[in-house]
């Protein structure tokens, strides 16, 4: 009677030990393709995977525009996805996907794997998982993302920069010397002031 109690005990505990590898990514139900489920992405685009970094919790592909719908972008840029939970995305080079991202850290586009965001496939029946409605086949969306945002303008290589985030910039060897000397000054009068009261 002991044996088996502890054989339970075991497998009840090796059961939530591994129960995240155990249970699939769980994402939320997802309407038919609507403006509002689109305001909830800042870059939405249609594109075609060119590189892909190797693997490390959260990677990076290389994805070359082909219709840009929503957001502001460069013709190939990287875009960051989960590569290493249950809820981790795969890409191979030379697949054609609509993504719908936002900006993490740094204003890079991430992509989820609860998004629509999905993958060109030969034979394609309309999309239908457990979480999104069967509405639109990949043609089908990308032109009802033509009709209702519109294809909006890549910026050329040179315009890089507006599109990046502002970076840490030191300040100019004027401001950085006015920095120091209030500083200094601010630490005198603190001694000042401790000694002359304390």
């Known amino acids: 009677m002991i044996y088996k109690k ?9 059961l939530l030990t591994f129960s995240k590898s155990v249970f ?16 909830q ?20 592909a290389s994805f070359r525009i082909q219709e840009l ?6 013709k190939e840029f990287e875009l960051y996805f989960d590569c290493s939970s249950d809820c981790k995305m795969n890409f191979n080079i030379g697949e054609t996907w609509i993504i719908y991202a936002n900006y993490i850290q740094l204003n890079k586009p991430k992509v989820e794997l609860c998004s629509r965001s999905r993958k060109l496939v030969d034979n394609e029946i309309k999309l239908s998982t457990k979480y999104i409605a069967n509405d639109l086949g990949f043609n089908e969306e990308c032109e009802w993302l033509k009709q ?25 060897k004027e ?7 209030i500083s200094l000054l601010f630490f005198l009068v603190l001694i000042y002031f401790l000694k002359k009261y304390f």
Do not use: M, W
């Open 69 to 74: 719908y929503k957001g502001e972008t460069i």
């Open 148 to 172: 209702n945002l519109g294809i909006k303008t890549i910026n050329k290589e040179e315009n890089i920069k507006t599109v990046e985030t502002h970076r840490n910039q030191l300040p100019e």
């Open 175 to 181: 401001f950085s010397l006015v920095l120091i000397l």
């Open 41 to 60: 992405y800042k870059l939405i685009f249609r594109g075609t995977v060119q590189k892909i970094a190797t693997c490390n919790e959260i990677n990076h």
């Open 6 to 14: 502890k054989i339970n005990f075991l497998l009840y505990f090796l």
């Open 24 to 39: 699939p990514c769980d994402c939320p139900s997802i309407t038919k393709l609507n403006l509002d489920y689109c305001k």
